[in-house]
């Protein structure tokens, strides 16, 4: 019989992956590995956080570094004023991401009428261009646009 019961506790143990020479060792080595873990932990968290920490600065200042001199500026004056015989030649913006001028990747969005860099209006009024790129830092994280507002007057007002 009792060889028997001994296989039987085999098999279990072989069907939970456990090997058969644990039993005793287990309990003993479980109790040493609570003790080491109970006086690691607070040294472990610690260790964690500082890490994360100095990771985060030293993010933030590689990303000051690498940013330092970027921009988005309009050219010229955000307001002009203009009458109906006139064109508007624009501009533009000047758009430095990362240290790269990317002020070629400029999007237009306009209600004037256009011929090529040069705008119009055929009625008074206020109208505008406003100035946006697809890019990591103006286009995604930041999501920067300028506007420049453009007022058309009749020619007899212009001279005012």
Do not use: W
């Not at 500082?50 to 993010?59: M, P, R």
């Amino acid at each position: 019989m009792a060889t028997r019961k001994t296989a039987k506790k085999t098999t279990q143990k072989a069907e939970l992956n456990i090997p058969q020479s644990e039993g005793k060792v287990s309990k003993k080595s479980a109790k040493q590995v609570e003790r080491k873990m109970k006086k690691a932990g607070p040294i472990a968290v610690l260790v964690i956080v500082v890490f994360f920490v100095v990771g985060l600065l030293g993010g933030y200042l590689t990303f000051l570094l690498t940013s330092s001199h970027d921009c988005f500026d309009m050219l010229g004056e955000e307001e002009v004023t203009l009458t109906l015989d006139e064109k508007y030649i624009d501009e533009g913006v000047k758009i430095i991401e990362f240290g790269k001028d990317i002020s070629e990747n400029v999007e237009y969005d306009t209600n004037l009428l256009s011929d090529g860099n040069e705008f119009y209006a055929e009625e008074v009024g206020t109208y505008y261009i406003k100035y946006s790129v697809d890019s990591f830092k103006y286009g995604k994280i930041f999501k920067i646009q300028k506007v420049r507002l453009i007022t058309f007057v009749e020619s007899s007002e212009g001279g005012e």
